[in-house]
């Protein structure tokens, strides 16, 4: 068992101690991203040596984020991870992006464009299938709300232009951000992607609701509709 009750070798208890330590000092900056998950690790897993471990998720999903990020069901897969270490890792991983969000919300969306960006990365750019969702903003371009509409495929999402508008005008909202992600991790914009987007401006400008962007979440790299000029 992953969680069991096996007495923590010495060696392995001065490891942890030594880790801590560094992290107190230094911070995120003074650990790799192994060692990080390491120390999510510790409390789920309180008496192992788990650097075999933390190495081998990141080996396998990609990245530390990507760890963090995987399905329950992909995670239990590796051994070493049970059900509760699995929840340990995802709790974290939703930590994450309610941090990311509390950061944009109730903000103007040109002050935090930065800000904004990074809680889709967090929210997005991991995900195995592909999500659509929709940032409402008020007259003074201040989020007000931020929701999740439609989840699809692997490579396709239904999205509904007359429930979008809906949705916007139950809010109170002049203007949205429509954001979705490409599990491929190539967020270069599809011919559908363009069409859809279009039938939702044209939708939302009869009711006098703006479309101030359509962003693209990849893996590394994001696409802006209004950089591209496709808006």
Known sequence: ???????????????RERLRARFKKAGV????????????????????????????????FGGFAQALAAPVERLTEITGVSENVAQELKVVHAAAIKLAQERVLKRPVISSWDDLLSYCRAAMADEKTEM????????????IADEVQQRGTIDHTPVYPREVVKRALELGAAA????HNHPSGDPTPSRADVEMTNKIIKAAAALNIRVHDH?????????????????
């Not at 068992?1 to 490891?15: E, L, R, S, V, W």
């Not at 949205?176 to 954001?179: G, K, R, S, T």
């Open 1 to 15: 068992m992953p969680d069991g009750n096996a007495k923590t070798p010495d060696h392995a208890k001065g490891h």
């Open 29 to 60: 900056d003074g650990v790799q991203d192994y060692e990080l998950l390491e120390l999510i690790l510790f409390r789920a897993i309180p008496r192992r040596d788990v650097k075999p471990l933390a190495k081998e998720l990141i080996a396998k």
């Open 132 to 143: 659509f969702r929709i940032l409402f903003l008020d007259k003074k371009n201040i989020l």
């Open 176 to 179: 949205i951000i429509l954001v």
């Open 215 to 231: 962003l693209v979440i990849g893996h590394e790299r994001d696409a802006s509709f209004k950089a591209l000029g496709l808006i």
